[in-house]
T-cell receptor
């Protein structure tokens, strides 16, 4: 596709349920990031993939959060046993570069997650 | 810890007035990027600055990177209602591959 695609756009779940958020990056983009954005704040880094390899997961807030990118393209962020503090917008971004820190990142529209 | 700070958090201006947002890093950055996020939208890349003291212009927007590569600014001349949104600076701290974003400046332009 022309841009980064995320689904669903909105997700409402009850506390304790598991959720899965999908990201389809721009075709050919090597680097993929997941960010969490709270209301009124900047995106905060969760995890980074280079192709299928998860090179950095230091931003994942707990072991309830898990991300994968098995074929080096589509990625899924899974949150188990959701808590109210997990409510946020989850943004996916991709970059063409293998060293993405000095290249623009292209963001998807995000998934707005609300935990009741 | 290492962080990227931005001020002001909010700015309301009358259409036609100028606007500036400032970004400061606790450490030297290899580059700094600016993004704009419209209400309800996602961050969109505006520009990247790499060199010490670099100045870049995009129409009414002027971006500067400080001499010490620890601070940056975005200046908008004669704001328009289309400039409404939140402006974020972001840079890689240390050897990180990911960007650390500032908390953003939310710009409101009153017609």
């Amino acid at each position: 596709g022309a841009g980064v695609s995320q689904s669903p756009r909105y997700k409402v779940a009850k506390r304790g349920q598991d959720v899965a958020l999908r990201c389809d990056p721009i075709s050919g983009h090597v680097s993929l990031f997941w960010y969490q954005q709270a209301l009124g704040q900047g995106p905060e880094f969760l995890t980074y993939f280079q192709n299928e390899a998860q090179l950095d997961k230091s931003g994942l807030p707990s072991d309830r959060f898990f991300a994968e990118r098995p074929e080096g393209s589509v990625s899924t962020l899974k949150i188990q046993r959701t808590q109210q503090e997990d409510s946020a917008v989850y943004l996916c971004a991709s970059s063409l570069a293998r060293v993405p820190s000095n290249q623009p990142q292209h963001f998807g529209d995000g998934t707005r997650l609300s935990i009741l | 810890g290492q962080q990227v700070m931005q001020i002001p958090q909010y700015q309301h201006v009358q259409e036609g007035e100028d606007f500036t947002t400032y970004c400061n890093s606790s450490t030297t950055l290899s580059n700094i990027q600016w993004y704009k996020q419209r209400p309800g939208g996602h961050p969109v890349f505006l520009i990247q600055l790499v060199k010490s003291g670099e100045v870049k212009k995009q129409k009414r927007l002027t971006f500067q990177f400080g001499e010490a590569k620890k601070n940056s600014s975005l200046h908008i001349t004669a704001t328009q209602t289309t400039d409404v949104g939140t402006y974020f600076c972001a840079g890689p701290l240390g050897s990180a591959r990911q960007l650390t974003f500032g908390s953003g400046t939310q710009l409101t332009v009153l017609p």
